[in-house]
């Protein structure tokens, strides 16, 4: 194909994570704006089985690199071989992930390729035929524009749950490629991979998470917010306090040395809203803050606030979301 811009998907277990359609379909509307074509590339164990799935959120092309080799995302591994495709198919741009792997790839790949890396984008646009891509900074304080040098690649790490998926085109599959990159004997590698079999959602993809903070008072208190996620159908998280005082395991922890994530509902139980904690979950579309301290800062980020001890609180809002589910169904 001629011009593209390229996405990488990730594909583990399986599957393609949801984030690669998202960041598929932000491809897909900065290829419009550009007058180019949208291409893949899709690496892992099982992939080109898969790869013509991706045609379902625009994408016209896919490059599948598959190997058993490549089951779990080892940077020695996958770098050179991802580098390999993008040089071949000579993208204007490459948006990828911003997930743990597809921070760590992005990153390597910019220095591989020379090119100029923007993380953690939350949108892309392009103006008079240039791309630009807005990121947070500061801890999510402010928003900056990234803009490229004439003749830089653009790799861009696109924040989950962020940008809007396209409807999914039910017809449509991309045409697939296999290619066959010469494989680097990787120094390390993934003996095995533990997979969480509890059923839980996972924290960044979540559209709905119930966090627990200092104000919970201990680790048996969480039942509470499990009981409340369950009825909600959210993931659990937590704030640094809490897993430093080990009532949560450190997968549960927002911000910014924890996750970044963006649920469609975060409601932040004895939370104080400390600028790091913010960090991580201050670009959710709705924030609900329940804390018997009027003056604490998550407040001031709150479309709805509750000053309420949240012993008495918690319980109370479970059994009217249950009463209300009952009512509707
Ligand atoms: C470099 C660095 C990185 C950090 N990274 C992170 C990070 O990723 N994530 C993160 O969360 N923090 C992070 N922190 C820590 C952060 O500064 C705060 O210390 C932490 O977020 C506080 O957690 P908290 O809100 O649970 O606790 P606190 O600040 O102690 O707040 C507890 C809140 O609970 C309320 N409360 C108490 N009892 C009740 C009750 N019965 N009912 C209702 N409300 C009640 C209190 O009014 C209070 O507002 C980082 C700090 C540093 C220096």
């Known amino acids: 194909m001629g011009k593209c811009v390229c996405i990488i998907a990730e594909f583990r277990h399986g599957a393609f994570r949801r984030v690669s359609y998202e960041v598929a379909s932000e491809g897909k509307r900065l290829a419009d704006a550009l007058g180019v074509g949208l291409c893949a590339v899709a690496v892992g164990s099982g992939v080109a089985d898969k790869a013509a799935e991706l045609g379902r959120y625009a994408v016209d092309k896919v490059f599948a690199v598959d190997d058993p080799s490549l089951e779990n995302y080892l940077a020695e591994a996958y770098v050179p071989v991802i580098a390999s495709v993008l040089e071949g198919c000579d993208p204007v741009a490459v948006l990828l992930p911003a997930s743990v792997d597809g921070k760590d790839l992005a990153a390597r790949l910019s220095a591989r390729l020379k090119a100029g890396l923007a993380q953690d984008c939350t949108q892309t646009v392009c103006e008079g035929g240039k791309i630009k891509a807005k990121r947070p900074i500061f801890a999510g304080k402010c928003y900056g524009w990234c803009e490229w040098a004439d003749g830089a690649l653009p790799i861009i790490s696109c924040r989950p749950n962020v940008m809007d998926c396209l409807a999914p ?31 839980k959602v996972e924290l960044t993809e979540a559209e709905i998470i119930v966090s627990g903070g200092r104000g919970m008072k201990g680790p048996e208190n969480y039942t ?16 640094r306090a809490a897993v430093d005082s080990g009532w949560r395991p450190h997968a549960d922890q927002v911000g910014q040395t924890g996750k970044v994530v963006n ?17 991580g979950m201050g670009s959710s579309k709705f924030i609900v803050a329940i804390n018997k301290d009027p003056e604490a800062p998550i407040f001031s980020k709150a479309d709805y606030g509750v000053v309420e001890d949240l012993f008495n609180f918690v319980p109370l809002l479970t059994e009217e979301v249950k009463k209300l589910k009952s009512s509707c169904s």
Request: negative net charge; glycine residues 8%.
């Open 169 to 199: 085109l039910e017809d449509k599959k991309a045409e697939v490629e296999k290619v066959q990159p010469a494989l680097v004997q990787a120094r390390s590698c993934v003996k095995s991979m533990e997979l969480d079999t509890s059923g």
């Open 224 to 239: 509470m917010l499990e009981d409340l996620a369950k009825v909600l159908g959210a993931a659990v998280g937590a704030s």
């Open 263 to 279: 649920p469609n509902l975060y409601v932040a139980v004895g939370i104080s809203g400390a600028i790091q904690h913010l960090a």
